[in-house]
Each structure stands twice: as C-alpha cells, then as structure tokens.
C-alpha cells in the first residue's frame, strides 16, 4: 500500500462541488489555531480543520 500523499501534493478532485468560503468565525478558528502551533497565519491544514469543524457540527 503507497503511504498517502499530504494534501498541497494531490490533485484536486474532478467534479466535486465549488470550494468552500470561510466564514469570519472560522478564519478566527484557524488563526487561533495556528498562534497555538507557533504559526503567524493559518495554514491548509488550518483551514482544512476549519472546514471539517463545520461538517461535524451539520451532523
């Protein structure tokens, strides 16, 4: 089994739906989020986690 690529490396997936915007009280999350990790800005990863926050709360 090939060991999973980070997210920046793949592709984007053909035919999904458009991509997402933040909302202000997520871009505060992902900012909180990266001063906790010692970042100046939110990364992917930030924003990432941001979104999947808001996937979790629909369920």
Request: net charge positive; hydrophobic share 35%; proline share 14%.
């Amino acid at each position: 089994m090939a060991p999973k690529q980070p997210p920046w490396k793949r592709p984007a997936p053909p035919g999904k739906a458009p991509r997402k915007q933040l909302t202000s009280a997520e871009i505060k999350a992902a900012k909180a989020r990266a001063d906790a990790a010692g970042r100046r800005y939110p990364n992917l990863v930030d924003n990432m986690w941001a979104l999947r926050q808001r996937r979790l709360s629909d369920r």
